[in-house]
């Protein structure tokens, strides 16, 4: 019998309860055995609340405990890359949430890390492990749309916390980067690699993008757009909708699925409704996760597919006027 693939955490993040620690009590093969954070006394209380057995004082501790084969990095953007590094270096596994890293340059060199080391990065995009997304996947690529012409997405949210990390960008803040789901999707739903044509920001502050609207366009001469919001007027949508010359599938709540969705189509002049149903996302995200490491299991989102995610973030970022995250403002 296999033992339980140990994990620590890095930090005492709030995505961590949903995103692991409830996920591991669920999922056979998996158990959060140790976390530190930048106060030892936060990450004491935080322990002892998630029923994580360990405290260490510092994350270089984590990485250096010998039980510990898997680290999971939920640390604002800016330390993504700089921490996966270090955890690779230790000889450990990354769960690694998204967005990858600040840039694609950073991404690229993450990759190769990951490559030499021959051990399991995946990022964080839970969605892509639910049936949802390869549902939209199939019907779009498998030609029941007919010749797709054009690919919106849509993730909206209000988060008026103006000093939210999130909006912070010496941590790679931006909607953008929270937001980054919408450009994942679109590579997913797309034809080929998207190109930026426009994208315009509405900013919290000058470096800061609180919305981010987008056009793109693919080698095939389809197109693409995006909205992005963490304060605008969109206050809620997740949506994504696919336009071909024999009909159109719309998609309601691609991000957490488990709680509702709803993938209408309309087809040479016949219109379904579906629920894709299927366990939480971050269920999913933990079983091939701990797959990938038992035994070489599949990685829907390998650091190869991060550098192209953050490349087309890094174009947003151009066409819109602004820094790219992870240099100087």
């Known amino acids: 019998m296999t033992a339980d693939l140990r994990i620590g955490v890095l930090g005492a993040a ?18 959060v055995a140790a976390v530190a954070a930048r106060d030892p006394r936060r990450a004491a209380a935080y322990a002892k609340k998630h029923g994580i057995e360990t405290v260490h004082q510092t994350y270089d501790d984590v990485l250096a405990d010998d039980s510990i084969e898997a680290i999971y990095n939920p640390l604002p953007n800016a330390l993504h890359a700089e921490w996966t590094l270090k955890a690779l270096d230790a000889g450990k596994h990354v769960l690694c949430e998204k967005p990858f890293t600040s840039n694609e340059a950073e991404a690229t060199v993450v990759a190769d890390a990951a490559k030499k080391s021959g051990l399991v990065v995946m990022e964080a995009y839970h969605y892509r492990y639910h049936p949802l997304a390869e549902r939209m996947r199939t019907i779009v690529h498998g030609g029941q749309l007919g010749e797709v012409k054009h690919v ?21 803040g931006g909607t953008s980067m929270d937001c980054c789901y919408a450009v994942h999707v679109l590579r997913l739903l797309g034809a080929g690699e998207p190109a930026v044509a426009s994208a315009t920001a509405l900013l919290r502050t000058p470096d800061v993008d609180r919305a981010m609207s987008a056009k793109y366009t693919f080698a095939d001469g389809s197109t693409g757009s995006t909205t992005t919001s963490m304060w605008s007027r969109n206050l809620l949508r997740f949506s ?22 709803r993938l209408t189509l309309r087809v040479d002049g016949r219109k379904t409704s579906e629920r894709v149903r299927g366990p939480a996302t971050y269920d999913l995200q933990l079983k091939a996760f701990i797959s990938a490491a038992r035994e070489g299991g599949p990685v829907l989102t390998p650091p190869e597919d991060a550098i192209l995610t953050m490349r087309v973030i890094d174009d947003l970022y151009r066409k819109a006027g602004l820094p790219l995250r992870g240099q100087p403002a």
């Open 14 to 31: 709030r995505i961590t309860p949903m995103a692991l620690v409830r996920p591991a009590t669920r999922v056979p093969g998996a158990v």
């Open 152 to 172: 919106s997405v849509s993730m909206c949210f209000p988060l008026p916390k103006f000093s939210d990390i999130r909006y912070n960008y010496a941590l790679g």
């Open 240 to 261: 994504a909708t696919a336009v071909g010359t024999r009909g159109t599938m719309n998609v309601l709540n691609f991000i957490a699925p488990q709680f509702y969705n």
